[in-house]
């Protein structure tokens, strides 16, 4: 290995980061982020699942969602509490998510962006078939 | 799958805060699952979807901060638990005795098999020393097995050791070493009689044996010096500096020696002994032995070069053999017809570190490996006693304990809580015993030292080890025995055990089995205790053939010169002018002291007999029964050649009519030989293990050696007086000379030392195995009388005699004491049978033995459990009816 090689990487490694720590959000963090602002108060694990798979029809694992959850509250995107005991579920509370200011402002400005590449792709016709 | 065992599983990796939400999700979605696909495919669904959850983004998220024990509930464990052990003196004492008995002994023993195993560690250069060791087959006594016909011995020739110094250049040092010569040591007005070791200058150089005066390299160049240790230093100099000093030492002829050097005295794991040491060279008869390589008289031991390749070595030893006596060897393989593929002669060789644990070759203090072993085992088996105890006797008690369990869980302690205080409290207990094992330890190291013939101290070093030993066996056993009572304590549900009801009685059925198996244990011990005793007691009292009581063995400290004799003939005539003196004989060796054999051929076949030389006043002095023939006499010159010999050797010989034949053990070819006048019982002149060989006796003292011991008889009565006689009448004749005496019958019980020690050891562990598995009876006896002290009630109101309740209570104890003696008998018999296999004059084992051993144990076990079961059966019905 030149020493060229190791610069570039430990470059992008940092740049990554920076991103991250900023204005980044994976695709599924996004996904379960909006999920928990559609919600609203009665976002928690299952019904992010069952909202996934309803609203986009995709399937998702249960303990993905949760890991992203408790990523997204590390990160301040969203916080959680305990609700109320159901019937259901074997008497244990839901841990019930809601969206930060912070994650609200998040999603909108990926939108922004996004909104914005998507402008500067040159708008094709399509032609009927 | 269960769906909470696979919860559980949830539970063990989740982090508590995630856990309920992460919980209820995932049964949301099993209850909607076994509603679609029924319970079955739910649960395995939710199995699967816990095991995603098994990933490290949700494991990290655990705060790992070990939390072995709960830290918040430590007090009150401790309180509860020094509460419990106050409240319950008797059966804390119990079970903290019978533990701290059995960690003494697992020290002890642990220090035993370190001892043992330190035996010779200490050299320096002791990988690369090595001792020769021979093994000869015997072509010259045809009355041998041919697989008993190899003879290892450590003891060579005298020239082997310049020979190997000579010839074999990865021979760096070499030296022979005789450890138990003996002689007179004069220093000005001080006399005593010394060991003496001889040695060769290479000696000081191989050995780590630190010179703490001398000149290692110059040592032993001039033939008349002498290295001595410091206590004899002491003892003949005061504090005066030894060296230069001359001691005079008669061992064989007075010669006067200059001490050159001083040495460290070898500790007592020391394969090697030595307080007095002398060049090889003043060993009598040195010159001549030079030239004899058919004599294997001398240990010789070599340090070999580093790096020295020791197959080439052996290859090497062989080839020295062949030079040296390759003639002598095929002349004897002749002689004997020996096929040529049996090697005549061969040198192995054992490296110092090794030399104690090897009993195929006979040393001085060699050891056999599997004493370790056995005590080893006796260790093990009384701290399984103890632990034994330990549980039967917390499961026994769980009964009073039950109400506070349940209320442990009500308030809310969790099953593990419960199990850590349970084990607490033996561990602590355990801790305890420790400290009591430990003090016991320290206090019965000396009589342990005694027994085993060990110098062991406590020191710093063995001191941490000890407490070491204590901590971790107190851990094990605490943690051990805890364990299973803290499980069934733990177990209990709180509900049944608050409704009230407390007469229910603890299940002991289970403990039944391990009370017998202790038991049996304590009765493996007693039939084999009693066994070793009774065939000790059978070889001290057995008669002999010859009278050893009353019986004084006085040296004559001439060593082996004719001067002997002529002590013998003034001596006898100085002490038969006191009246209770009644007989004084001479031999040339007492019983005990060594033997000589003569291996002969006559009419073309091999014979051997023990020899001795005595005076006519041997065989009247031992009350020995000639039963053919007359007894020496010294008015008949011829008798100088003449013979009296054993039964056994008349037999070996074939004689019809023993007083007309003669004996030619000199294979002398111009005459018969030694016309045999008598016939003597056969007698054990060597110990029980052996059985009784050809023998015989004559006045031969030129060949058969001179007179080197007196035997003087006498009454019984007033035996100090006698002998303070006889030590005076020394003193006067002979003032030069040490008055050394010992008794004929203490000699002959010597033989069986190191029996008498084993048979003390096993005594003492039956004895205090007897104590704990009694104790543990006595706990579990009273703690079942308690259990029935309602139904004991009710029998008395209802009319029950005394007598009737004693049976009662006592009448499962038997059936144990039963069971176990029934499963113990045939192992002790196995093993007795075994340790009896090394006397050739045993005791039978008899089933009155077995009967007798189990009586004595069935009235130990009552004598145990009546305390409780007549206390049980005075109380009166009211007192522990009124409750109803």
Known sequence: ?129 | MKKERILRFLEWFCPPPLYEGIEGDLLEQFEIDSKQVGEKRASKRLFLGVLKFFRPEIILRNRFTLQLINTIMMGNYFKVATRNIQKRKLYSFINAFGLSIGIAFCILIFLFIQDEKSFDQFHTNGKRIYRIEETSYNYWNPAIEEKDRYNRSAYVQVPLKQALKDELPEVEYATRFNPEGSGIVKYGNKVFTETISYADGDFFKMFSFKLLSGNADKLFENKLEVVITPVIAEKYFGTDDPIGKTLLIDDEGEKSYTVAGVIEAPPANSSIDFSILLPQENRSGYEKQLERWGNFSTPTFVQLAPNTDITKFSLNLDKVIQKFMGDKLSEWRKEGNVPENIKMLEYGYTALPDWHLNNKIEWHKVSNPQYSYILGGIAILILLIASINYISLALTTSAARRTEVGIRKVVGAVKNQLIYQFGLESIILALISMFVGVTLVILFLPAFNEYTQKGIAVTLSNGIQIVGVGVLLAFVVGALAGCYPALFLSGFRPAVVLKGRFTTKVQAGFTRPLVIMQFALSAFLIISSIIMYKQMRFITTKDLGYNQHQILIIPTQTGWQKEGNKVVEQFRTRLLQEQDILSVAGTNMSFNRGWSRYGYKINGEHKSAFVYSVDPDYISTLNMEVVMGRNFDSSILSDSNAVVVNEALVKDMKWDDPLNSYLNYREDSTSHGAKVIGVVKDYHFRSLEAKIDPLFLCMDFKHSGALTTMMVKMNSEGLPKTMEKIGKAWKEMYPDKPYDYTFLDEDVAKQYKSYERWMSIMGLSTGFAILISCLGLFGLAGINAVNRTKEIGIRKVMGAELFNIFVLLNKQYVWLALIAFVLAAPASWYSMNLWLADFEFKIAIGWQLFVGSMLVGLSIALLTVSYHAIKTAFVNPAETLKYE
């Open chain 1, 1 to 129: 290995m030149t020493s060229n090689q190791f610069y570039s990487r430990s470059y992008i490694c940092f740049t990554k980061y920076i991103q991250m720590a900023k204005e980044y959000l994976g695709e599924f963090e996004e996904l379960v982020l909006t999920m928990v602002g559609i919600l609203s108060e009665d976002a928690y694990g299952n019904a992010i699942v069952t909202e996934i798979r309803e609203r986009i029809g995709r399937e998702v694992n249960l303990s993905a969602v949760h890991i992203t959850l408790y990523r997204l509250e590390d990160k301040g995107h969203v916080k959680s509490h305990m609700g109320g005991a159901t019937k259901s579920r074997g008497g244990r509370r839901k841990r019930i998510y809601t969206i930060t200011n912070a994650g609200l402002a998040m999603l909108r400005a990926m939108k922004d962006a996004r909104v914005d590449l998507w402008k500067l792709i040159p708008q094709l016709k399509i032609v009927g078939i």
